[in-house]
């Protein structure tokens, strides 16, 4: 496993010997089964975790119940929200829950601080740091200037030709209410552009749903 660890997160080869005999002396292994929870809101912040396989959902809850995904953690990437978590000795301000089955290696807070001191692991965290900060607020900007029907669009065209998911699951990836998405993948079926199936929707016509995305159906 510490091979493939290795493989996902080159970077942890670029370690010190000290920091590398650290590491494997105090990592914690977790195999996790989809939709479990690995940070609320409220936490604290105990470890840093790297996804060997599986990803993680990161997503922020209203007070209404309704929540918005802002992000997902796949193999060889890093969450920003337990960096700033561990960063500031804060409580998490969203939630981390699994996408299918999840295994991660916990890196102990005091062995992530340990490796801020290493040039190598400092740029890997703040590069993806930067990365992720692009991607919120492309997410602020939909959010903000785009109709939903045009992020639906877009999100379908971007996760198609088969998108397993259910429409409460889609409502939830966009900050929405189930019965808002259901009725506009009824426009989009009608249109021709998608086929809307139990638990799945199949991208009919990407060009049309291209179309929708850029606000001209």
Not at 4 to 30: I, N
């Amino acid at each position: 496993m510490i091979a493939e660890l290795e493989r996902r997160y080159p970077v942890l080869a670029e370690l010190s010997a000290a920091a590398r005999g650290e590491f494997s002396r105090t990592l914690r292994w977790l195999e996790l089964p989809g939709n479990a929870m690995v940070f609320d809101e409220r936490q604290a912040c105990t470890g840093f975790p790297l996804v060997v396989r599986g990803a993680v959902r990161v997503s922020k809850l209203a007070p209404n119940g309704r929540a918005i995904t802002l992000y997902r953690v796949a193999p060889g990437e890093s969450c920003i929200i337990t960096t700033s978590c561990l960063l500031a000795s804060s409580v998490y301000n969203a939630r981390g829950q699994t996408e299918g089955p999840t295994t991660l290696a916990l890196v102990p807070g005091a062995i992530f601080d340990a490796w801020l001191a290493e040039p190598p692991f400092r740029r890997f965290v703040f590069r993806l740091f930067a990365d992720r900060i692009a991607d919120l607020m492309q997410l602020v900007e939909a959010v903000a200037f785009r109709r939903l029907d045009q992020r639906l669009a877009a999100l379908l065209r971007e996760r198609g030709p088969a998108v397993l998911a259910t429409h409460q699951q889609l409502a939830d990836e966009l900050g929405s209410a189930r019965e808002i998405v259901s009725r506009l993948l009824k426009h989009l079926a009608a249109d021709g552009a998608i086929a809307v199936r139990r638990e799945r929707i199949d991208v009919l016509d990407a060009d049309a749903l291209r179309r929708w995305a850029d606000g001209s159906p």
